[in-house]
């Protein structure tokens, strides 16, 4: 079974930057990472899971939500079989858990907030201060 493991969250002042890994193991037996989109979600304390960015690997398209694009990029290191978020110019705005989700199809991260998604990492705790 695929298994997403999140590391780089932390606290960090307003306008500072942070790296969020997701190591990915356990593909489905004859596909690849490039057969994957990999993308990241964030829930804050007593809201909705909100989409952040996703990747398909096979192609190297990037999706991005409107309240992130221009300061995170997302990322893949296929050797290592992880992918990044580059996160700058943080607001306490950003203040969240960002988990990692894998799903063969793309659309799953794209509609119904993450619900269709298949696999999903604990999360990583990202910490914006005023």
């Known amino acids: 079974e695929v298994q997403l493991v999140e590391s780089g969250g932390g606290l960090v002042q307003t306008g500072g930057s942070l790296r969020l890994s997701c190591a990915v193991s356990?593909?489905?037996?004859?596909?690849?990472?490039?057969?994957?989109?990999i993308g990241w979600f964030r829930q804050a304390p007593g809201k909705e899971r909100e989409f952040v960015a996703c990747?398909?690997?096979?192609?190297?398209?990037?999706y991005y939500a409107t309240s992130v694009k221009g300061r995170f990029t997302i990322s893949v290191d296929r050797a290592k079989a992880t992918v990044y978020l580059q996160m700058n110019g943080l607001k306490p705005e950003d203040t969240a858990l960002y988990s990692c989700?894998?799903?063969?199809?793309?659309?799953?991260?794209?509609?119904?907030?993450?619900?269709?998604?298949?696999?999903w990492g604990k999360g990583t705790l990202v910490t914006v201060s005023p």
């Open positions: 989700g894998a799903d063969e199809v793309l659309s799953a991260f794209l509609y119904h907030n993450g619900v269709d998604v298949d696999y």
């Open positions: 356990g593909l489905v037996h004859g596909l690849t990472l490039d057969d994957y989109a």
């Open positions: 990747t398909y690997v096979g192609d190297s398209s990037t």
